[in-house]
């Protein structure tokens, strides 16, 4: 079976390792995410695409695609993606695997191990009947967060300079490295990008599309305990992993990922390790709400103090760092991206579903640096585990969808 230019990208996309690194201090967080970075500079060198501008240091490509003629003075709009993987799950020797006309029922994934994506577990699987499904082989992630978008965005960039009687001004489209760990935009230059606005395409599945997100903050716990034999530990020992049990307690039970939905927000303890001696835990705190966010911040350094009342002031220390804002605020002023861009799903017999973003996107921190960036879908489900799935027609229909968008800039 023959494929579309975009999914030909994909699978090739998707075999190179670009899985960032939440504790690396470099930018980019892990040196291989360059190796994609490569490719797709010589990519847009062979298809002619012009002001191509890759930035060695920190890992980011930009290139234009020149307006067809006539269009000159059309506002310059562009499109983003980003090259990393999510560190959840392993990224490397990833194999893709097509499942065509996929007939509703279980997939296996890795027979080896007993890897079954099933649908009582994935419900949504029902609506992919008859489509062509890209799955992992059950050992790894897929990477279709956010390979699929940039995957769509050659697929367009390349079409465009191959049909220059396409009507469309400037675009510009841009690749990011280290979102999933909240560093995509910290060195994107807004300046040399030189868009008006701008659309991430790192979203779901089809008809998806967002404008607002969550505010964000990480928060590493770190408890100082007082290791000594248990034979002798009577008022003397300071069990650190005890004293952490303790302060997740004291957090709001509801107000976890595994019991929200749509605008709850919430605490989600993403990792810990340690010893009676010491212990490291890392947080996220999120909220669409920005009082709402400032309070579980608040109240996350008031059990903070509490703890260090009880057992001793240094017990417990915090370090939180707010990480990007809800765009909503900005998009408002802007809801020109979000009509045009469902004035193309609907022509093309979809009904755009528009939902607030539960996490966030290059998009919500480019907007506050003057970047208008809405987002858009991708074609896939399941991302950042080894049940991600991309669906072929989905993908092919999104590079259809960025193509109508800029005309409708035109």
């Known amino acids: ?105 279980d997939i296996v994934l890795n027979e080896a191990e007993n890897v079954i994506m099933k649908v009582a577990d994935f419900p949504s699987l029902s609506n ?14 897929l990477g279709t967060d956010d390979k699929a978008g940039i995957a769509e965005i050659m697929g367009l ?74 034979g002798s530990a009577k008022n003397r020992m300071k069990n650190a992993i005890l004293i952490a049990q303790e302060f997740q307690s004291m957090l709001p039970v509801e107000q976890n990922p595994m019991y929200t939905e749509m605008y709850e927000g919430f605490f989600h303890i993403d990792s810990i390790q340690g010893t009676v001696e010491e212990v490291r835990a890392d947080y996220i705190i999120r909220d669409h709400d920005r009082n709402l966010f400032e309070q579980k911040k608040a109240l996350f350094l008031d059990t903070a103090a509490f703890i260090n009342r009880k057992y001793g002031e240094g017990t417990v220390t915090v370090e939180m760092k707010d990480s990007y804002y809800n765009m909503r605020e900005l998009m408002e002023q802007n809801m020109h991206l979000i009509e045009n861009a469902s004035a193309a799903m609907r022509e093309m017999g979809t009904e755009p579903r528009i939902f607030p973003i539960r996490g966030g996107t ?24 080894k049940y991600e799935f991309a669906c072929i027609q989905s993908m092919d229909q999104i590079t259809e969808l960025l193509k109508r968008i800029a005309q409708k800039y035109v």
């Open 362 to 385: 290059d998009g919500a921190r480019l907007t506050y640096k003057g970047l208008p960036c809405p987002n858009l879908c991708v074609g896939g489900e399941n991302c950042h585990g």
């Open 157 to 230: 960039a390349e079409y465009l300079l191959r049909h220059p009687q396409e009507k469309h001004g400037k675009i510009r489209v841009g690749f990011t490295c280290d979102e999933e760990i909240g560093r995509g935009a910290d060195y994107f230059d807004v300046k040399l990008f030189g868009a008006d606005f701008a659309y991430t395409v790192d979203g779901g599945s089809w008809g998806g599309m967002e404008y607002e997100n969550f505010n964000a903050a990480g928060a590493k716990l770190h408890v100082h305990g007082r290791s000594v034999h248990p």
């Open 128 to 141: 992919y009947v008859g489509k062509d499904l890209i799955v992992t082989d059950g050992t790894t992630l």
């Open 1 to 105: 079976m023959a494929y579309s230019k975009t999914i030909e990208n994909f699978l090739k996309y998707v075999q190179v390792d670009t899985c960032s690194e939440e504790d690396s201090l470099t930018t980019p967080s892990t040196m291989k995410q360059h190796d994609l970075a490569k490719i797709l500079v010589e990519e847009l060198q062979a298809m002619g695409a012009q002001e191509i501008s890759y930035d060695r240091e920190h890992c980011y490509v930009y290139a234009t695609v020149p307006a067809s003629a006539g269009c000159e003075n059309a506002p310059v709009l562009g499109f983003i993606a980003h090259m990393d993987t999510s560190p959840a799950v392993s990224g490397t020797n990833v194999r893709p695997r097509i499942i065509e006309n996929y007939d509703g029922k």
